[in-house]
Every structure is written in C-alpha cells, then in structure tokens.
C-alpha cells in the first residue's frame, strides 16, 4: 500500500532552517504532483508548496522566497528546505501525493520559538 513517511521536523528558533524529508513507497512516485501542507491549532489544512510530475513548483505567498520544494524520482522523496522561519510558520506539515486520488503522510511537527 502507499506510504508516506515525514522526518525532518522539529523545534527551531525564529530565523533558523529545517529541512523536512517525505520517503514515498508503494506507488509510481513519478505520476505525483507532490505537495507539503500544514495545519495549525484551530485553522484549516492549507498548502504550502507542490511541485508537479514536470518540476513546476508552486507556493504559498507567505512562504515565497524563504521555502523550496524539491523531489527526487530516484529515491522517491520530496524535501521542503525552509530558512528564515517564523513563529508563525509553526504547524504539523504533512505530505501529500496527488493523482486521481491523494495520499497523505502522518505529519511532523515544526516548531518555531525562541
């Protein structure tokens, strides 16, 4: 079945850098559209990055220009490298793979705080 498995999360102070990591198995990772989400206390679900079977990358206005999503189809993972963050940045961040259908992973928990 599929899998996606989030890593990379954690506390972090405000200006600092994650790197999260999304390890997808049992699927043809190549026919995703790829996306990170977060979802803070009390607010919904919203998109912060995708990026598509063809490269085409696609952001969040809050996050354009402190974020970048990238994916691997050889290792089947896509990563979102974050710098400058925010304490507003802090939610759990999901992985979702998008074809007919989506997938999503478990979510990690991004923290930011000084």
């Known amino acids: 079945q599929v899998q996606l498995v989030e890593s990379g999360g954690g506390l972090v102070q405000p200006g600092g850098s994650l790197r999260l990591s999304c390890a997808a198995s049992?699927?043809?990772?190549?026919?995703?559209?790829m996306g990170w989400y977060r979802q803070a206390p009390g607010k919904q679900r919203e998109l912060v990055a995708a990026?598509?079977?063809?490269?085409?990358?696609n952001y969040a206005d809050s996050v354009k220009g402190r974020f970048t999503i990238s994916r691997d189809n050889a290792k089947n993972t896509v990563s979102l490298q974050m710098n400058s963050l925010e304490p507003e940045d802090s939610a759990v961040y999901f992985c979702?793979?998008?074809?007919?259908?989506?997938?999503w992973g478990q979510g990690t928990q991004v923290t930011v705080s000084s």
């Open positions: 979702n793979a998008r074809s007919t259908v989506d997938y």
């Open positions: 990026i598509t079977r063809g490269g085409n990358t």
């Open positions: 049992g699927m043809r990772f190549s026919l995703y559209t």
